[in-house]
């Protein structure tokens, strides 16, 4: 069955950097496009970035554009959000989904990411 | 970028009734291969998001019938016929045709009377 597992949440200072990690497992992970999406406390879901199968495609939303990164390493079926210039608008629980159909379809438990100096 | 609004953005549902959302695009959802990337998503309380419906009205594997997608163009509706305990939440649309970005209405938040 699909499994995706994110960790790399924490506590990090404003303009400070952090990187995500989602654990894939359960499918072809190089055969799939994967979404990082976020919920800020009080608000609604927020798409943040996409990367193609093989990590020649990339898109970002414009409010992470040039702070964020996404990439991927299909050898370990993971994939990475290397979040930097974190400001608190940033603050969230961040998923990662499995892509289907140009959507999320099968999502993570999140992990929750506090901006806060 | 294309908005995505949602209405009513709160519901109160008696238990067995139906509910209705509905989801307007600031421009069409068909694709030129013909297909409408209109996804519907749950979220209940302590819980990730799950896909309910994709490609306006396709099911995913595990959800009752009693929710339905339909739709075209600018217009569609989530149904949730029979409404159970377990349906409450909050419920968003999404749309994957006019991509970057993806984008999610605003979310609707059913609770039971």
Redesign the interface.
């Known amino acids: 069955q699909v499994q995706l597992v994110e960790s790399g949440g924490g506590v990090v200072q404003p303009g400070r950097a952090l990187r995500l990690s989602c654990a894939a497992s359960g499918f072809t992970f190089s055969s799939y496009s994967m979404?990082w999406?976020r919920?800020a406390p009080g608000k609604?879901?927020?798409?943040v970035a996409?990367i193609s199968y093989d990590g020649s495609n990339r898109?970002?939303?414009?409010s992470v554009k040039g702070r964020f990164t996404i990439s991927r390493d299909n050898s370990k079926s993971t994939v990475y959000l290397q979040m930097t210039s974190l400001r608190g608008e940033d603050a969230a629980v961040y998923?990662c989904a499995k892509d289907?159909?140009?959507?999320?379809?099968?999502?993570?438990?999140?992990t929750l990411v506090t901006v806060s100096s | 970028d294309v908005v995505m609004t949602q209405s009513p953005l709160s519901l109160t549902v008696t238990l067995g009734q139906s509910a209705s959302i509905s989801c307007r695009s600031s421009q069409t959802l068909v694709s030129s291969d013909g297909s409408t990337y209109l996804s519907w998503f749950q979220q209940r309380p302590g819980q990730s998001p799950r896909r309910l419906i994709y490609k306006l009205s396709n099911r995913d594997s595990g959800v009752p019938d009693r929710f339905s997608g339909s739709g075209s163009d600018t217009d569609f509706t989530l149904k949730i016929s029979r409404v159970e305990a377990e349906d409450v939440g909050v419920y968003y649309c999404m749309q994957g045709t006019h991509y970057p970005p993806w984008t999610f209405g605003q979310g609707t938040k059913v609770e039971i009377k």
């Open positions: 979404h999406v919920r609604g879901l927020e798409w996409v898109f970002y939303a414009d998923y289907d159909n140009s959507s999320p379809a099968r999502w993570g438990q999140g």
